[in-house]
């Protein structure tokens, strides 16, 4: 039996309001434990974006509502983390593709990482654990006219040697997980799915 | 000698010329003339096949040659269409077939033309008779036939002839336009079709001779042929000036280079290589990256393949007045110009640099601020640089405004600076914060950007770090959970702290040459200073943990209140702590706690520092004093890890929920990583290859290391040093083996052992 | 005067005469059927051997004639066959077709008997090919001798070593050409290998990051993997086409996990002639325990700070590793004055078993130094490669395998021809003077036709009949 388990990691970043969506990890350490067997420890952490302590998380989970800008050893630090295997989900708590964390993420992620590019509804991503036939999930906000009012069909990642380095998401999972995991059984169909298909993702490509 | 009957020498051809020299006076007159004409016209006739012969014979060379050069250019690389066998082939054939030709001059006998002169002026073949018997004389000279025929038997026949033909003035017109016409009908097709191939020879041989023609010769592999469409030798390619002309935003000086086999210039530039003589062939090949190459995903170990290579493209070259020019315009990567001549071949490596984009620095603000009114003016201050000349710098700011899901944003650009070319410039700006016009809660990210004059569209902009200032939320004051940051007390203490170690430092220097007294004296005065930074501390520490502000409320060790922090020994302690690597974890612990650690730590390392300065140790107090230090400063970071708040904490029975969805993910197939081949590898392999070919191609090993050297140059500059000596081994022609060995080493790739006790490679 | 000139021409003819007839006669007494024959060194210099073969059929045709001449009783032998002995002194090792050709001679029933005096010693020389998808060669050389061994291929010198008492191994190299070793006047030379036919590799693992990253490591180095990861109860991450351990598909299996593995299976794999590496908690399990080659001896404490060291593995968590008698240590870590094993290796059956100590590799790449992924993935390689099932290609040259050949020519000269003798001296100069006395004969004869003629010339001058 592998002794370590999953960890989920949240980028802490100088800039902007990096904690956001504090519901999050443990909605997806839950989603984790309800659907799989995969080790995971029970409480997510905090790792700041300037240490190279993010790197023992190659899953790192970054949101906010406010602009970002990356100092330059975050940069350097998160350059270095894609380049050695790490991956960065970062989601858009404004759901806003006007918003100012969407346009400034997008500018520090190309920075580091270089340009984000449509992700196919096709990608193995959508079949890594559970199948999304018509790719990401869509959200409660988007449904409800929040942000830019848009319902946003595809994601965009950074690919490495055609592994996903970045992956962007302007739906706003950030507030589709955000909230206690005991309300599950509230919901008739469990929206932290594709959180899964994420982890599974990142443990196995 | 074979003598005529009719007296005189005899031609060539043994029909007598000319003046007719006879033995009897009788058979002048009409006989002699009769025959004159007719050799007179046979020599004509005769010039006429030996015109016609030439004539076909230059026309099937010029034919043939039309033909092997349009087939040596579909074929170029074939061996069977070399130049000698362009040249060869069609004079050969022209040659044999002239002298075929012109054996048909041989039908052209006596009693042909004098046929052919009675077919023109019909004389009841009063010549032909005449002819004959002087033929048949000549004929049977030997055997004395010739005087058979009576003399005045061939005058009456001459006599005849005349008559029937009107005289010897008038036959001799009428047989020359009828020869001329001949003459006119044997030559026209010949010598059409002779003009038709010069014609189209010359075309053939010119046309390459134009930049178009020798960019499309080129084109078909990458490793461009030598120009030897035409039949003309050339001689080889030989030295050539190298021009380089930076882009004009760069405002970099021409330079001129001379006869240079590497350029180091500007991505952008136009590198201009001039030479003399004859038009060369060229091709451009941008210099792969090795990184790129990969293993097949299915092939195992023989699928490496060294053999990927960028695409190579044609060189323009035109022809100048005394010689040929080929420009290139440099891309950012390393770049081989080929160019090809009269069998030799020579490369002009040129390694393109990207000119840098703007460095920025933002001076002031210095640090990110938490202000309580959003009111004044606020100086800023950045530094660019760049490498060649800047465009313009502005101090951009992104003001955001709300709360929970609702956020604004604006973007405002002040202080814009255009520039001409300066290189390090100040850039200075005030934030009027009145006019921003900031509310509770915004946020102003303000950076400094700069361009520089490289006209790209895509052009990225240098930035510098991001400060930003935050206008308090009044509640924020009032509330336990969240907390101001930076505090002011901290800031002081942290500047103030930096200064007192600095004096102490100095003191430390000084001491020896310190009086007792003296040093006692000043070290008191910095123990002082240092425990009224001890207590600000302490009064930031109680501040926090009691929510209320010093003045309202003021809380000191030992007042009887319980904040959680216990003196001990002057020092303080708190209950519990952070985690041992310094990274705050959910729900483990406060953020109280997760500030005042480092506060406190702070607190007692200046205790400690305090009280070795009353007893003039200046040395043991400076260790502390860095201590302290450091501690104030992650009390900084600390203090805006909770500038929101902390969220609640959620525990998670994960024995409880362990696979209760009631949803089952699919077995999926994950896809296969593509092999990544080292870069070392790949050349580790081209230097293998050179030095199997310095052995017998020196000029080429040298080419291909110069190439590999170009290539390493960015990424493993000690090999393209190692390469440096290769390549003058190589050019002076002397044993280049140390010199590869040492590259070899240089690369590494190899490991060696002394031991063998295992069969199979062990790990590293 | 002409009188006594022909006397003397005359006397001097018929003696010359009566001398080479005397000598031939006595001239087979020289060649003893015993004395050998000699072989001279340019036809041992000929590199393609026809040389010596051209040399060895003229004796043989010599020595043929002379038989014939003499019947059986000098050779001793009534089969009609020819029997030759020879000798040569060797100056060089000869080239290996000059030694194909000798040891034919001897199979054809010539004595041939050799003198060293070439200085050579043994000197062994081996190149395999390394079982990694780059390719490479492990070439090693060992000398029986305390002399620098120099090891070079056509394009450069691959290393070199002052003494080589335990021998001179070079690997991981792509070389060009031939690759030559070389001590004092010894040289040893062998082709490269072609690339090793390479199989897949069977991963066990649970899902996790040392599963995914040692998958990446050897997918990036070019080795085919295939495994399957159990993310829920029936429901799998596979990775390629995960089938049953066997030789015929796969070179090597990786057990990170010996929760997910049968015993049997892969026994029956190992035994076979497949690899297997039992990393981390793969010792862990007691179902693997007779395969391992070594047992744990506790957990080894990581050195906080070490990944990014020059030593980066003493930065993982790791198990103390305590060999197996019969097993061979691959790696260690040193600890001051000691050292611990964290790589063994032992065979089972036809295959190898490969024991890593180390728990968590992927923080080598992830967390270690700048270059931590190019060593782990060098790293994971080269565990897979020092055990990996490699089929012996079907091209494999079974005429060579009889003799050492180039690889050891001073021992293929031995094993073909027998050690060496003592230099004959008295034989070698027996032959020299029989061949002396046969162009004496033909001396003699010269002589006494020169004499006759001039007799002859002097009596028809003299008008003497």
Redesign the interface.
């Known amino acids: 039996m592998s002794r370590e388990p999953f960890v989920f990691a949240t980028a802490q970043y100088d800039s902007g309001d990096w904690d956001s969506a504090p519901m999050v990890p443990a909605n997806v350490i839950d989603a984790i434990a309800r659907y799989t067997s995969i080790p995971v420890r029970p409480q997510g952490v905090t790792v700041p974006l300037a240490s190279e302590v993010i790197f023992g998380y190659p899953l790192l989970f970054l949101t906010g509502h406010l602009p970002v800008r990356f100092t330059d050893k975050e940069a350097e630090v998160l350059r270095e983390y894609l380049r050695r295997g790490g991956m960065l989900f970062v989601d858009d708590h404004n759901h806003d593709v006007d918003g100012a964390f969407n346009k400034t993420v997008r500018e520090e992620i190309r920075r580091v990482a270089g340009a984000l590019a449509p992700l196919p509804n096709s990608h193995e991503l959508y079949r890594a654990y559970f199948v999304f036939e018509n790719g990401p999930p869509t959200t409660s906000h988007e449904m409800n006219g929040w942000g830019d009012n848009l319902v946003h069909e595809q994601l965009d990642a950074v690919l490495f040697e055609s592994r996903i380095a970045v992956l962007f998401s302007t739906k706003d999972y950030s507030s589709e997980w955000s909230y206690h995991p005991d309300n599950k059984r509230f919901l008739s169909v469990d929206n932290t799915k594709f959180a899964v298909n994420i982890v599974v993702y990142a443990l196995t490509r | 000698m074979t003598r005529l009957p009719l007296g005189g020498a005899p031609g060539a051809d043994g029909v007598p010329n000319a003046p007719v020299h006879t033995r009897d006076a009788s058979v002048r007159g009409a006989d002699s003339a009769a025959v004159a004409l007719v050799a007179q016209l046979r020599q004509r006739l005769r010039r006429v096949v030996y015109v016609r012969a030439a004539i076909i014979g230059v026309a099937t060379a010029c034919a043939l040659a039309v033909v092997l050069l349009l087939a040596a250019r579909q074929w170029p690389g074939s061996s069977a269409l070399s130049r000698p066998v362009v040249l060869l082939i069609p004079i050969a054939a022209g040659i044999a077939l002239a002298l075929v030709q012109s054996r048909r001059a041989g039908l052209v006998t006596p009693l042909r033309t004098a046929l052919w002169i009675e077919e023109q002026t019909p004389a009841g073949f009063s010549l032909v008779t005449l002819v004959e018997n002087t033929e048949s004389a000549e004929h049977d000279f030997a055997t004395g036939d010739a005087r058979r025929l009576d003399p005045r038997a061939r005058e009456r026949l001459a006599v005849a002839f005349l008559d029937a033909v009107g005289g010897s003035a008038r036959v001799e017109a009428q047989v020359d336009v009828a020869a001329r016409a001949l003459s006119r009908d044997r030559l026209r097709d010949p010598a059409a079709f002779g003009a038709i191939a010069m014609a189209l020879l010359t075309w053939l041989i010119l046309v390459p001779l134009t930049p178009a023609g020798i960019a499309g010769d080129s084109t078909r592999s990458g490793m461009p042929p030598d120009h030897t469409g035409t039949s003309a030798a050339v001689a080889p390619i030989g030295a050539w000036t190298v021009r380089v002309e930076p882009p004009a935003y760069s405002r970099l000086p021409m330079q001129q280079l001379g006869n240079a086999d590497e350029v180091h210039a500007l991505a952008g530039s136009r590198v201009i290589v001039l030479g003399a003589g004859a038009p060369v062939a060229g091709s451009v090949r941008v210099l792969g990256d090795a990184s790129s190459a990969v ?1 097949s ?2 092939g ?5 393949d060294l053999g990927l290579s960028p695409p190579t493209s044609r060189a323009v070259v035109s022809v100048t007045a005394d010689g040929w020019r080929a420009p290139l315009t440099v891309a950012p990567l390393p770049t081989e110009l080929r160019l090809s001549r009269g069998g030799a071949t020579r490369l002009l490596l040129v390694d393109g640099y990207r000119d840098s984009i703007p460095r920025v620095a933002l001076r002031l603000p210095e640090r990110d601020s938490v202000l309580r009114s959003a009111t004044g003016r606020l100086a800023l201050q950045a530094t660019i640089h760049d490498d060649l000349g800047l465009a313009s710098g502005s101090f951009e700011l ?1 003001v ?1 405004s ?1 709360e929970g ?1 609702r ?1 604004t ?1 604006r973007t405002v650009r002040i202080a814009t600076t255009r520039y001409t070319g300066a290189r390090d410039v100040m850039l200075r700006g005030v934030l009027d914060l009145d006019s921003m016009q900031l509310g509770p809660g915004d ?1 102003v ?1 303000l ?1 400094a950007v700069a361009r520089d004059a490289n006209p790209a569209r895509d052009r ?1 902009s240098g930035v510098s ?2 400060r ?1 200032l935050r206008v308090a939320r009044p509640a924020e004051y009032d509330s336990v959970a969240v907390e101001p940051a930076p505090p002011p007390e901290v800031d002081k203490s942290l500047l103030s702290q930096r200064m007192l170690l600095m004096l102490t430092e100095k003191l430390e220097q000084r001491r020896p040459r310190l009086a007792r007294d003296v040093l006692q004296s000043e070290s008191r005065n910095l123990a002082r200073d240092q425990a009224r930074l001890r207590l600000a501390v302490g009064d930031a520490v109680f501040q926090r943990l009691s929510g209320e502000s010093s003045a309202e409320h003021a809380h000191t060790v030992g007042d009887g209140h319980d904040h959680g922090v216990e003196s001990v020994g002057g020092k303080l302690a708190m209950p519990g702590g952070v985690s041992a ?1 310094g ?5 483990d612990d406060s953020p109280v706690i997760g500030i005042n650690t480092p506060l406190l730590e702070a607190y007692n390392a200046m205790w400690d520092a305090g009280r070795a300065l009353e007893l003039s140790d200046t040395k043991g107090a400076i260790p502390h004093m860095r201590v302290a230090l450091a501690a104030i400063e992650r009390a900084r970071a600390a203090s ?2 909770y ?2 708040g902390m ?2 904490v ?5 024995d409880k ?5 009631k ?16 870069r070392s ?1 790949v050349r ?2 081209r ?3 050179a ?2 070919m310095a052995r017998t191609d020196a000029p080429a090993a040298r080419d291909s290391v110069a190439v590999l050297r170009v290539e390493s140059l960015g990424d493993a500059p000690g090999f393209a040093s190692a390469l440096v000596e290769v390549i003058e081994r190589l050019r002076a022609g002397g044993d280049a ?1 140390e010199a ?2 040492r590259a ?1 080493r240089v690369l590494g ?16 | 005067m002409r009188r006594p000139l022909e006397t003397v021409s005359r006397t001097i003819g018929v003696g010359a005469l009566a001398l080479a007839l005397a000598l031939s006669l006595r001239a087979p007494a020289f060649v003893a059927p015993i004395a050998p024959r000699a072989l001279s060194a340019g036809a041992l210099a000929d590199s393609s051997g026809i040389g010596a073969a051209r040399e060895l059929s003229r004796l043989l045709m010599d020595q043929g004639q002379r038989d014939g001449v003499e019947g059986d009783n000098r050779t001793g032998r009534g089969d009609g066959s020819v029997h030759l002995t020879a000798h040569m002194t060797v100056q060089h090792v000869p080239p290996e077709q000059v030694r194909a050709t000798l040891a034919a001679a001897t199979l054809a029933g010539v004595s041939l008997g050799w003198t060293d005096s070439s200085g050579a010693r043994g000197l062994v020389l081996a190149a395999n090919a390394v079982a990694d998808p780059q390719g490479g060669t492990i070439a090693r050389a060992r000398a029986d001798v305390q002399a620098p061994l120099v090891m070079r291929d056509a394009a450069s010198t691959l290393d070199s070593v002052a003494t080589a008492p335990r021998g001179l191994v070079v690997s991981g190299a792509r070389l060009s050409g031939r690759i030559e070793a070389s001590v004092g006047r010894s040289r040893a030379e062998v082709a490269v290998p072609e690339p090793a036919l390479m199989r897949r590799v069977l991963l066990f693992a649970r899902p996790g990051w040392e599963a995914k990253f040692v998958t990446a490591a050897l997918e990036e180095r070019g080795w085919n993997v295939d495994g399957r990861l159990l993310i829920a109860r029936n429901a799998f991450v596979t990775t390629g086409v995960p089938l049953v351990a066997d030789t015929s598909r796969y070179a090597a299996a990786i057990v990170l996990d010996s929760g997910v593995v049968t015993a049997d299976a892969l026994s029956r794999f190992v035994r076979q002639g497949g690899g297997l590496v039992l990393a981390g908690d793969a010792l862990l399990g007691t179902a693997l325990r007779a395969l391992q080659p070594a047992a744990l001896d506790g957990q080894r404490p990581l050195v906080l700070g070490a990944l990014l060291t020059d030593a980066p593995r003493r930065g993982l968590d790791a198990w103390e590793l305590r060999p197996q008698p019969n097993s061979v240590v691959l790696a260690r870590e040193s600890h001051g004055t000691h050292s611990d094993p964290t790589v063994v290796v032992r065979r089972v059956g036809n295959g190898r078993v490969l024991a890593s100590a180390y728990r968590e590799s992927w923080r080598w790449r992830m967390e270690g130094p700048a270059d931590g992924i190019d060593a782990h993935r060098a790293w994971w390689s080269a565990l897979v490669s020092a055990v990996a099932f490699v089929p012996m290609p079907a091209t494999r040259d079974v005429k060579r395998s009889a003799w050492p050949g180039d690889a050891a020519p001073y021992a293929d000269l031995v094993a073909r021809l027998g050690a060496p003798i003592a230099l004959p001296t008295v034989r070698a100069r027996s032959e020299i003077s029989a061949d002396a006395w046969w162009r004496a004969t033909w001396l003699w004869f010269a002589v006494a036709a020169v004499a006759l003629l001039v007799e002859w010339r002097a009596r028809r001058v003299r008008g003497a009949p």
């Open positions: 293993l995903a299915g195992g170990a023989a699928a490496v992104i955001s709300g899901e956020f944003a946020i990210h950076r990225e770090e991001t930003s690597t990274m705050l974890e959910e729900g805006r890890l500038l929101r969220p609640p959620v525990i998670l029975d994960l929920i362990r696979l209760a969805g949803d089952t993910g699919a077995t999926n197939v994950r896809s296969m990583r593509a092999a990544v081949l080292p590898k580790e392999a230097l293998l290859a030095a199997s083996t590869f060995v070899r790739g190899m490991s060696r052992a002394n031991d063998a006790a295992w069969s199979r490679v062990g790990p590293p």
